[in-house]
């Protein structure tokens, strides 16, 4: 039993905050050794900001149209996020671009969760841009953040299958349900310090799992 103090997080945002859910739901449950000790959104209309305050958790606004460029913009979301001392920044569709300062501040400790099964269809639309793929399968990926937009070492991935008739919606419903299971475990994962970043390839537990059939060498699966 890990008896270990949990591991302070802070959770960016901008909209809905399903995933936030996600994650609360995991640490009440036990599943997540982890605290959230703050929310923080550029959008004080952030659905998700009410979220985190029906469990009591500490919102922030950070608004960037408050900040005359992107770097005060980021500045001021360090000085904030920096004051809860996180181990691990988690964005949970946060819609700002961040720039190199930030995320070199944060570097392996800056996580993102991005609907589509990276490489593929990186940037918005994901969904979209599926199904005008004709792709037969599609899903959701985990990945450490660096300057390279979508691009950072993928920590674990869910798959789900593109069904005939898939609409939009109907297609990200399913994919967000991948979601809601794949980022609490990629979390868990980091604050029981079982990933470590080599050569730019995610390790869990110290190995690659090649023997979950997945194609790079830097996927980790949605088992264990
Ligand atoms: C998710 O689809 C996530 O993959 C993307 O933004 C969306 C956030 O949804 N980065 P929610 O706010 O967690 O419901």
Redesign the pocket.
Known sequence: MNTAAPAPIVIL??????????ILDAIRSGELPASVRAVISNNPQ???LQVAAAAGVPTEIVDHRSYPDRAAFDRALMTTIDRHQPALVV?????RILGADFIQHYAGRLI????SLLPAFKGLN?HAQALAAGAREHG?SVHFVTSDLDGGPVIAQARVPVEPGDTVERL?AR??AA?HRIYPKAIRWFVEQRLTLRNGHVLLDGACRPEQGLTGPNRIAEAS
Request: charged content about 5%; glycine content about 14%.
């Open positions: 945002l901008s909209g809905r905050g399903s995933n936030l859910q996600a952030a659905p998700g964005l949970a569709g946060f819609m993102n969760i991005h609907p994901t959701a990200s994919v967000l979601e």
